[in-house]
């Protein structure tokens, strides 16, 4: 239309008015829409178990309302015919109707349908868990990424103690698989690094976890001694998915509630929870197991602060605030090193052809020929009595005290 002669022929004034409509209605027509807001948490069932189907209950749901998704679904073990021991005595093993499916196809359209509702549910920067077997992981791993989740890690549960393989066929199925995706490509999701590497020893926490089943006094009983539940996961499994992925005050869904593990170790980390269950029986028994946590109250004891979340502090400061001052000399731990603090923060000090100049990170690097350095962990500074300190300790006074007015 732009390019008709009708068009040509209008006079220019009114062919730029022409031009600032068509644009103005292109921009408004396809202009990409907003993201939806997050939902107040006021406004959402916390901390309560919802009985009914899980898909027709995340329907129910307010749209980007939930932090994480931690789903343990049916696995569709397909299990045909009774197994025993050795000694003839029976296994229980799962044989309750809902991990009966009547194909493959009919478990995939259930997992697709609870799939896509907990996508709707989760914010911009929410992320979900799903744990299965070989039975479905692999199924659903390629359905998460035909829905657009963005799959983060595979975990590897590695059982402490798995339940053999009485009929001697087969490797003993000694692991099981947790997928960890954010909601879409563009997802943030919350990661605790620092807080999993001090978990670990101070050693980077690998994707391959050690941890016992379910058992003992955390298996939950019935008035004749048999389990509640079939597939109940260890509290230690949900502890290190919590506390890794979540901040204290985060909202989690787990749709596949059963015995309440989530609720529990939600509760003692001081995350809220959202259960959703279909059987009645799982749900009461969830109910008072969780109603007996005690959850921890001190929320600074919930989950270590992560460094790069901390507030940037620079070395001036400390010259700003009086805790250092122009002139005073600097030590490294072992005092083979030392350095002058300059008027302007910079650091001096002798080097083998001159003096050194710069931060306290390229000073404390250039001493001990290091590519980088930590300054604020290599310079100490001397207190009464000859004692060192590392000048981070003055940092954190900092930090401390501006947490305290906030």
């Known amino acids: ?20 409509i068509i644009h103005r209605f292109v921009a408004i027509r396809f202009m990409p829409k907003p993201a939806p807001a997050a939902t107040p948490a006021s406004t959402l069932p916390l901390n309560r178990i919802l009985l009914g189907d899980c898909i027709a209950l995340m329907h129910s749901l307010p749209e980007a309302s939930v932090d994480l998704v931690f789903a343990d679904p049916p696995y569709n073990l397909q299990l045909a015919g009774e197994l025993q021991r050795p000694d003839h005595s029976r296994v229980a093993g799962v044989e309750e109707g809902w991990d009966k499916f009547s194909s493959f196809s009919a478990y995939d359209q259930f997992s697709k349908a609870w799939m896509q509702a907990a996508r709707r549910l989760l914010k911009p920067d929410g992320a ?22 963005w799959v983060l890690n595979d975990i590897v549960w590695r059982k402490a103690n798995p339940m053999p393989n009485f009929k001697g066929k087969r490797f003993t199925n000694a692991h099981e698989t947790l997928i960890w995706a954010g909601r879409d490509e563009k997802s943030r999701p919350t990661f605790n690094y620092e807080a999993m590497k001090a978990f670990n020893d101070d050693v980077q ?16 009983k019935d008035g004749a001694g048999d389990k509640v539940h079939p597939t109940q996961k260890p509290e230690a499994l949900l502890q290190r998915v919590l506390l890794a992925t979540t901040r204290p005050g985060d909202v989690v869904l787990d ?13 003692q980390l001081g995350r809220h929870f959202i259960g ?32 790069r979340e901390e507030v940037r502090i620079p070395f001036g400061v400390l010259l700003e605030r009086g805790m250092v001052q122009p002139g005073q000399k600097l030590f490294d731990g072992r005092k083979r090193f030392t350095a002058q603090i300059k008027a302007d923060a ?8 001159g003096d050194i100049v710069g931060s306290i990170h390229k000073v404390g690097a250039e001493v001990q020929g290091a590519p980088a350095c930590n300054g604020w962990a290599f310079w100490h500074f001397e207190q009464q009595g000859g ?5 981070d300790l003055l940092r954190q006074q900092i930090r401390a005290e501006n947490s305290a007015m906030a």
């Open 346 to 353: 910079c650091l001096i000090a002798p080097g083998l052809y």
């Open 1 to 20: 239309m732009i390019d008709s002669p009708f068009f040509l022929s209008v006079p220019g004034e009114s062919r730029k008015n022409i031009h600032r």
């Open 205 to 220: 926490m690998r994707s391959d976890w050690f941890i016992p089943i379910c058992s003992g006094g955390e298996r939950l």
């Open 276 to 307: 959703l269950e279909q059987d009645a029986t799982y749900a009461a028994a969830a109910k008072r197991r969780i109603a007996a946590v005690v959850a921890i109250e001190n929320p600074a004891l919930f989950t270590p602060a992560a460094k």
């Open 387 to 391: 004692i060192l300190q590392p000048i």
């Open 128 to 149: 979900l868990w799903v744990i299965g077997s070989y039975h479905n992981s692999f199924r659903v791993g390629s359905m998460l990424q035909d829905l657009g989740y």
């Open 255 to 267: 749709p596949f509630f059963g015995s309440g593990t989530t609720g529990a170790v939600a509760k």
